[in-house]
């Protein structure tokens, strides 16, 4: 499958979103400024990555811990991210994280396990989540109905220890970042690459690009994971 969608690679959008219903949910994807970049490294030629402008970003209501450093429009990216974030932890334990926790942004690299081609965080237009940090419930919060008091204290979220978890505390954990995958893969306008537990190399954390290419592959017990739509917003 990672091999059907490198051969994508290059290719024209247009072309890519007709081949691309094979690996992923048909969505429609808007063009992307890096789209036209070509990600195949040419042999013979030292390794580098093209010149991007970076920003740092420290996120608004959730931080970004440590900051990224990213491409403005994968900023816009992440801005989505958080609000999706906020909204499923919401849903699930009353009240958004204090922090999102990366394990890295920018990094001017190869593709893992595809040594021909560059990798999306060598264009600052990728992010590795390892979780998130929730503080004490705010005053003024409710706990959702069924939920453990212990949930008013602070606590961690983490990929690498709760995705799995079938009982108890971590398995709130489980239904919480599952909820925030299924949320993510069914929008077409954040990410057009998540991967997660059940991809190679992938248990500890999410990774989100903008290749020009779509590619969901986080599994829950052997099973790739399907996008799932927010429930209406309650009328105010
Ligand atoms: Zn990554």
Redesign the pocket.
Same mark, same amino acid.
Do not use: T, V, W
């Given at each position: 499958m990672i091999r059907r969608a490198l051969l994508l690679l290059g290719a024209s959008l247009a072309t890519f979103t007709l081949d691309a219903v094979a690996v992923a949910s048909p969505t429609a994807e808007a063009p992307y400024p890096l789209d036209a970049i070509s990600r195949q490294l040419a042999p013979g030629i030292p390794f580098g990555c093209p010149p991007v402008d970076l920003v740092d970003y420290r996120g608004d209501t959730i931080r970004f811990r440590p900051p990224a450093k990213v491409i403005s429009e994968f900023r816009e990216r992440l801005e989505k991210l958080s609000a999706v974030v906020a909204t499923v932890a919401t849903e699930v334990y009353g009240r958004p994280p204090l922090s999102l926790v990366d394990l890295?942004t920018f990094a001017c690299r190869r593709m893992e396990g595809h040594p021909r081609y560059l990798s999306e !965080?060598g264009l600052g237009n990728?992010i590795?989540v390892a979780g998130f940090d929730f503080g004490p419930l705010p005053k003024g919060a409710t706990l959702p109905a069924g939920l453990d008091r212990a949930f008013k204290n602070g606590f961690e979220v983490r990929v690498q220890t709760h995705w799995n978890a079938k009982n108890g505390h971590a398995a709130v954990h489980a239904r919480f970042l599952k909820t925030l995958a299924r949320r993510l893969i069914a929008r077409n306008d954040i990410f057009r690459v998540l991967l997660g537990p059940g991809y190679p190399a992938h248990g500890s954390h999410f !990774?989100f690009d903008m290749a020009p290419f779509r590619l969901v592959q986080i599994f829950d017990d052997g099973v790739v994971l399907e996008g799932e739509a927010a429930p209406p917003s309650p009328s105010p």
């Open positions: 890295g !965080h990728a590795d !990774h």
